[in-house]
């Protein structure tokens, strides 16, 4: 048997038991067996990557069984194996199994727990579908099972609204994303006649140039697919347009937001773009398109980064803005540099994820930084782990010695873009600087508000009801009384593991990713031109990330250290620029207007007008109407009399002889 038949099917496994079981198995052996069965996978899916790093796997299509044969509509059920998905089946299954041992310690108070492992491991397999997909409509199966799992698992507190409405919104946006992938695809099979993904990759190089009806003109037939086939990757992966769900996605479980927003299910798109590279290299616009929303994206949700309070929603717009790093790497033609920052990404978020969850487990479920503060000495090793996803994140390193993991993606997508040596790509490299500056702000600017300075727990109502004192009883003791306390074990082995990743995955990974075109195998686009002109960029774009990355930690330090007043200064003084950023560009108002109340109206109208007014008082009110009246009139003759029942038959008797007679 194929190791990926096992990498796949055991958490599909895990998650059946798991949800079948239940409650009749128990907290304990659920959380055992799926966790046991997540790091079984993950143990078998390292061997694989490491062959693929060293030259002793190639690439090869594991048949599973058939499944459809309609016409000239063939395909079967099968799982590719080559580097690129060698590259996602570690990240997905190293982050789920830590996630699993992670929730031992942070949900150990969830009456639900085997419900929520049973979701973690659905989820897993949904994702090991989607990344081992051999034609389009076996990545679709696996595209909308992480849709559906993510919903049930940002949804896991159902009693509470915000979580529900927040699941809501995440299916509802999602869709809205997916329909466009829907018709990427079926414009796909139109176009080529198969949804087999190697034979529309051999194919689609001939197709460039081509045209094909749409809405009534002639368009080019590739851009046009891979626009719609982009669509799907923005919404599933928060680009600019379709991003308003992951923030709101922060209502599930600290470990849900390390696992589908963090590393796996948010990457999916970029995955999809860098399977389907050799299309979209025959499709100048949508590359452009691609690079244009994730310049924008990266620019934007950096600047909303800066400003949000909530621990987690810092960590949400993070992601979403480096997930536009990720796309204008794959516009400017680096998708092999995408894939490096999707993996070093998937190390240093999950990480900062999780230890977000510790410093809320030690905060009495505080997610608030305002009410954070002199933490590092209470909760060390979260601290340390935290720091390391930090330097990470912000691309701390000395070229030609050593760097975290995002040094050396980062980087690299900023030389590529400048390489590149278009408008678009200079536009790119431009936003993604100053991208890299705020960044490295707020990054620093959550680690200064958590973990320096004087504690500022009692102001906080979850710290409150925790001690039962409030800052007026409290006085001069900004603790109140309370005493944070570091994670259990089962929450800190995640954080040093994935702390290894994020100091030592760019450095250990960067000549296989970045310079080997031997190491993709022809899984993506490899781009040797670009890669090669990389390093003839001057002296200053190579340094750019690096200073921009000195500012944003000097103005940190400086406002959240030095003069604890300047930023309520500077924000005053920018007024209405700080409130735009503040209220996330108020793309969410801006779509309640436009969409949801329109909605809700047409919906309320359908209601009262078409469904209580037509069809229930023509249909089931109307029919009981006339059954209520006719008994009515029944009752009416019903007196119970004989001599009344009598004249009736008697009426009756003459009425039918007069009938024959008349006749």
């Not at 949904?126 to 199966?141: G, I, K, P, R, S």
């Not at 190697?198 to 460039?208: D, R, S, V």
Request: hydrophobic share 55%.
């Amino acid at each position: 048997m194929h190791p990926i038949l096992l990498i796949v099917f055991l958490p599909l496994l895990a998650a059946v038991i798991g949800g079948l079981g239940n409650k009749a198995l128990g907290n304990l052996a659920v959380k055992s067996l799926t966790t046991a069965l997540l790091f079984v996978s993950c143990g078998l899916s390292w061997p694989i990557f490491i062959g693929f790093l060293t030259g002793a796997e190639t690439a090869s299509v594991i048949p599973v069984l058939q499944w459809v044969h309609s016409g000239s509509m063939t395909f079967d059920w099968a799982l590719r194996v080559d580097t690129l998905t060698a590259v996602m089946l570690v990240v997905v299954t190293t982050v789920s199994a830590l996630v699993h041992l992670y929730s031992w310690g942070y949900m150990a108070d969830e009456p639900d727990q085997p419900r929520f492992f049973a979701y973690l491991s659905l989820f897993t397999f949904a994702m090991l579908m989607l990344v081992t997909a051999d034609n389009l409509v076996q990545m679709f199966f696996g595209w909308e099972g992480v849709g559906l799992a993510s919903y049930l698992l940002i949804g896991f507190w159902f009693r509470k609204p915000s979580a529900s409405a927040a699941a809501i919104k995440a299916f509802v946006v999602n869709r809205v994303g997916d329909f466009g992938f829907m018709l990427g695809i079926f414009g796909t099979y139109l176009v080529f006649q198969t949804v087999s993904i190697p034979e529309i990759l051999a194919a689609a190089p001939g197709m460039a140039g081509s045209t094909i009806g749409f809405l009534g003109y002639r368009v080019d037939t590739m851009d046009l697919l891979c626009i719609l086939l982009f669509i799907g990757a923005m919404g599933k992966s928060a680009q600019l347009g379709l991003h308003t769900w992951l923030p709101d996605a922060m209502e599930g479980p600290t470990p849900v937001s390390a696992l589908i927003h963090a590393a796996t299910m948010v990457t999916a798109g970029v995955f999809m773009v860098c399977r389907l590279s050799p299309m979209f290299e025959a499709a100048p616009a949508a590359l452009m398109f691609m690079t244009f929303v994730g310049a924008a994206t990266c620019f934007f949700a950096a600047t909303i980064g800066t400003t949000q309070w909530d621990i987690k929603r810092v960590i949400a717009y993070s992601t979403c803005s480096q997930l536009g790093y990720m796309f204008f790497a794959a516009g400017v033609g680096a998708y092999n540099v995408a894939m490096f920052h999707l993996f070093t990404h998937a190390f240093f978020k999950a990480l900062l994820f999780l230890c977000a969850g510790s410093v809320i487990h030690a905060m009495h479920h505080e997610q608030d930084m305002r009410y954070y503060g002199g933490l590092r000495k209470h909760i060390p090793i979260t601290f340390w782990a935290m720091l390391a996803g930090t330097l990470a994140i912000t691309g701390v390193g000395v070229a030609g010695v050593f760097g975290f993991a995002g040094f050396y993606s980062k980087d690299a997508i900023l030389e590529a873009a400048f390489a590149r040596g278009t408008n678009l790509g200079n536009l790119a490299f431009w936003m993604g600087t100053i991208a890299a500056l705020l960044t490295s702000f707020y990054s620093w600017r959550l680690v200064f508000l958590t973990f320096y300075g004087k504690p500022r727990w009692i102001e906080s109502e979850h710290i409150q009801h925790s001690v039962h004192k409030t800052p007026e009883q409290a006085g001069e003791d900004t603790t109140g009384g309370y005493h944070p306390h570091e994670s259990p074990l089962p929450m800190l082995v995640p954080l040093l593991a994935l702390s290894v990743g994020a100091v030592f995955a760019g450095f250990v990974f960067a000549p296989a990713f970045v310079e080997s075109a031997e190491f993709w195998q022809g899984s993506v686009f490899f781009n040797e031109g670009l890669m090669h002109a990389m390093h003839g960029i001057p002296a200053w774009a190579k340094w750019s990330a690096t200073v921009a990355m000195l500012i944003g930690l000097a103005i940190a330090f400086q406002g959240y250290i030095r003069d604890k007043e300047l930023p309520a200064r500077i924000a005053g003084q920018l007024g209405p620029v700080y409130r735009f950023v503040y209220n996330k560009w108020y793309f969410d108002e801006l779509y309640h207007f436009l969409f949801v109340k329109p909605a809700f109206w047409l919906g309320n109208k359908f209601w009262k007008w078409g469904d209580i007014g037509i069809i229930d008082r023509f249909g089931p009110n109307g029919a009981a109407w006339l059954v209520s009246q006719g008994t009515a009139a029944a009752k009416k003759v019903q007196s119970g009399y004989l001599y009344s029942y009598a004249l009736v038959m008697l009426i009756g008797v003459v009425v039918a002889i007069s009938w024959v007679m008349v006749r």
